[in-house]
């Protein structure tokens, strides 16, 4: 499975952004999808997960509220829409997938990652 994520770019605080992931090469529909980011000087952390289906949803506890995961297994497609940006969401932004998993926030668990997209929010 190969993935590719676009989107990202430089904005400004309070700013909205919206981050897509593409997948090629395997059942998209039978992949956990999930996003994480590394922010300059720091460890790769958990973002946000979505089921198969898209009927399940869970989110860094920081991070409810200001953003969305959502996919669209017709168009082999998972979207992050990110929403009040602040400074401190500056980071390379990873799309993951996983066949299954037992703890979705372990980034161990997740097989495929794509090459990351940059965000930056300036004030």
């Known amino acids: 499975v190969q993935l590719v994520e676009y989107g990202g770019g430089s904005v400004q605080t309070g700013s909205s952004l919206r981050l897509s992931c593409g997948a090629s090469?395997?059942?998209?529909?039978?992949?956990?999808m999930a996003w994480f980011r590394q922010g300059p000087g720091k460890e790769r952390e958990f973002v946000a997960a979505i089921s198969w289906s898209g009927g399940n949803t869970f989110y860094a506890d920081s991070l409810k509220g200001r953003f969305t995961i959502s996919r669209d297994n017709a168009k082999v497609t998972m979207y992050l829409q990110m929403n009040s940006l602040k400074s401190e969401d500056t980071a390379v932004y990873y799309c993951?997938?996983?066949?299954?998993?037992?703890?979705?926030?372990?980034?161990?668990?997740?097989?495929?990652w794509g090459q990351g997209t940059q965000v930056t929010v300036s004030t």
């Open positions: 090469g395997g059942t998209f529909s039978s992949l956990v």
């Open positions: 993951a997938a996983t066949p299954y998993y037992t703890d979705y926030r372990n980034q161990n668990e997740y097989r495929y």
